[in-house]
């Protein structure tokens, strides 16, 4: 007799894991080790920023009254009186028709309340003279312009890049508070299954989704510990998943969660006393995808296909990993494309299809990267996006606008175009 | 005497860098390390995918002739001699009104040419029964559907990403030719620059574009190694770019690259004998960028100010890395998005501004980060894509299209919406 499983839609299936996820605790890194990692509280201007009123270029640095009525047969005359460096300070105030030399960056000296560009002087002995009058600020970068001392500017939940190190290393940030991150653990199931260094033998095929899970962890910043590879045997299966589920703060399985004899996860499921959340969603591929939790721990019972295995993984467990580390936007990014094939084959199902997005003239295309089947490998490797295909009952043509959704930009583009 | 520079425009500036890249070699690592690496050589089927036909369902394995002519008031009856697991071999092939169960991804038996999906048949003694007729092929994965043996599948130059690490795996690459990586020198010079650790001083300000590059480097993979921050002084900053040229691929420096009196960046490179490809970009921020060549080895003299530093390296040292390791998309995504504010404030050089972008009903919106001074730091640390405004006399309105260019994904969407 085979089981009859109730499809869930999709949106429901990534709520379910979604509410069953538990955040880790947080941990305090040295900055220079917080790339991709997740803030745990919000970065807060410590001072304005600048902090000071400073000059924006290389010039001088004037008192705007003294300028006043300067004009091309008027030219007023300023005596330089030293000269002030970034990060140097001036010796004492300016006063009437004097004039500091000042570099880009430079703390405006005292009395001073306009910069006056070096293309903007003629030099005579002892200083320069001017044929226009300055405004009070001219070409001043003011202290506080581009951040105030108590602003929030980045809240908690953020993933840390480039340009928050940026906020961070300004305001002093040495150590930063951050997310812990999870360990997964990584087992593949399958009697057909043969190492990657094995030759290929009838009816076997080279395990694919483990190292390929792998990388989708590495790919966010993920450790992970390989349990390798289970033939289809009940009793080992299951002492293998305990032991991950001591060792690690998550399982991701691939393979065994279809209702056939060798499933065995199902039946893993059970004698563990994991809920399982679904087991059966309104996808194609990845349908079986199978989502338990056991106590704090989330059990992805990934589909043996790697196009679903993949498909899996981006929709379900990379949201969840994400958030155990609190990032209040796990989910992949999406944009809009024109379809660039006919893709006539509906279905009472949600489509995920692999697919490669570029910019044309006739603005983002998303092309499915070829063979497109549930068990496909190539158009994993050739895809750079998931084009996303509602269910129904009519096929989709080249040049509808769909949904696609964003993988990574590790692949960039060719060409220079602008 | 002020030096005028000659701008030159960004295109032309990215193909005089790009020009004077040099090759690394290559090396062999094992396929676990290669996320993120560039393939140095194609990848090529090794045998057809799937290696032999093989059943994409659970089910029985019959010879379609067998059905022909079942009907509601005809079914035809299969006797069941055996089962093949997944990695399993037929121990015979089938003969007449026999069958297969066949599971999953195993082997098609021998004079078997369908499959009967479970929910198709209704089981009796010994067996089951069919009420339709099946085709020759029908549910059978076809040896090579998805690749043919000898079929070139991702081209050298390629990043190689979780699919191609599925597909490599495949294969049987348990190692993999990848490029070499460069390591890169990282030195941040001005006498106005504290260590993160610093408490602040009147006039100086802690140095966030080195910790800012380090990252920016981590994000495409790339090792570096810091010489810390130089105050302007001629003859120690030419002795550290010496060192740091002997011991790395190429150097990042910040700062010193304007025309000020401590500028000293122009004449280190006089001084080492290298050749500058360009001193002045026909772009806002980052107008001083300079760039010189010694040698096989490029120099990046980047702004000191922090939203030009950010900008020049994402424009200029991002593509001449990756290509450095061969990479033939080394450039950023582009999309194109509507403004999502004004932007009126003409330039007769090229903008490029920090941004958000993020999907609308109305479309993709970029919005400007707030603050977009060359100085802004908080404008780094809230984008997650850079604006490319057209020079020109007039200014940009909302709702505008505009060409955007994608700075990673690290950051997600909130909420799934499909």
Redesign the interface.
């Given at each position: 007799m085979?089981e009859i499983r109730k499809p869930i839609q999709?949106?429901e299936a990534?709520?379910r894991v979604m509410n069953n996820v538990h955040k880790l605790g947080t941990e305090t890194l040295p900055?220079?080790d917080t790339?991709?990692r997740v803030l745990a509280a919000p970065?807060i201007a410590k001072?304005d920023?600048?902090?000071?009123d400073r000059s924006?270029y290389?010039g001088f640095a004037i008192r705007a009254e003294d300028s006043a009525g300067a004009s091309g047969t008027d030219r007023k005359a300023f005596h330089v009186i030293g000269?002030?460096?970034?990060?140097?300070?001036a010796d004492r105030p300016l006063e009437r028709g004097e004039s500091f030399?000042i570099?880009?960056?430079?703390?405006i000296p005292e009395q001073a309340d306009a910069v006056v560009m070096?293309?903007q002087t003629v030099e005579n002995e002892g200083g320069f003279t001017l044929r226009k009058p300055f405004e009070t600020g001219e070409n001043i970068?003011r202290q506080g312009?581009?951040?105030r001392q108590g602003e929030t500017?980045?809240e908690a939940g953020?993933?840390?890049?480039?340009?928050?190190?940026?906020?961070?290393?300004?305001?002093?940030?040495?150590e930063v508070c951050v997310a812990k991150r999870p360990i997964a653990g990584v087992l593949s199931t399958?009697?057909?299954?043969l190492r990657?260094?094995?030759?290929?033998e009838?009816?076997?095929?080279?395990?694919?989704?483990?190292?390929?899970?792998?990388?989708?962890l590495?790919?966010i910043g993920i450790d992970y510990k390989s349990y390798g590879m289970m033939?289809?045997d009940l009793s080992a299966c299951t002492e293998i998943v305990k032991k991950a589920l001591e060792e690690t703060d998550l399982l991701i399985t691939t393979g065994g969660v279809?209702?056939?004899?060798?499933d065995y996860l199902p039946k893993i499921y059970e004698s563990l006393g994991a809920e399982v959340l679904f087991n059966k969603v309104a996808m194609r591929p990845g349908s079986v995808t199978t989502v338990a939790v056991l106590g704090n721990k989330l059990l992805f019972g990934l589909s043996?296909?790697?196009s679903a295995c993949?498909t899996g993984f981006e929709l379900f467990t990379r949201?969840a990993i994400?958030s155990m580390m609190g990032?209040?936007?796990?989910?992949?990014?999406?944009?809009?494309a024109k379809l660039g094939d006919d893709f006539k084959k509906a279905n009472p199902f949600?489509r995920f299809v692999?697919a490669s997005w570029s910019?044309t003239n006739e603005?983002?295309i998303a092309t499915p990267a070829g063979?497109n089947?549930?068990?496909?490998?190539?158009?994993?490797?050739?895809?750079?996006c998931i084009i996303?295909l509602p269910s129904g009952t009519r096929g989709f043509e080249k040049g509808m606008s769909v949904?696609v959704l964003?993988?990574?930009?590790?692949?960039?583009?060719?060409?220079?175009?602008?």
């Open positions: 085979v999709v949106a990534v709520e900055l220079e790339y991709g970065i001072h920023v600048p902090p000071f924006p290389d000269e002030i460096g970034a990060g140097h300070v030399r570099m880009t960056g430079a703390l070096l293309e970068s312009e581009d951040m500017l980045i953020t993933i840390i890049h480039p340009g928050t190190i940026a906020l961070l290393a300004t305001f002093g940030y040495a399958g009697t057909e299954l990657v260094t094995d030759e290929l009838p009816g076997k095929i080279r395990n694919s989704n483990g190292p390929m899970i792998n990388a989708q590495t790919r033939e289809d279809s209702v056939g004899d060798y043996g296909n790697p993949f949201p994400l990032c209040t936007a796990p989910y992949m990014p999406r944009i809009q949600t692999r910019m603005g983002i063979f089947k549930s068990s496909a490998v190539s158009s994993i490797a050739r895809g750079n996303v949904d964003l993988l990574g930009t590790e692949q960039g583009a060719e060409c220079w175009e602008l």
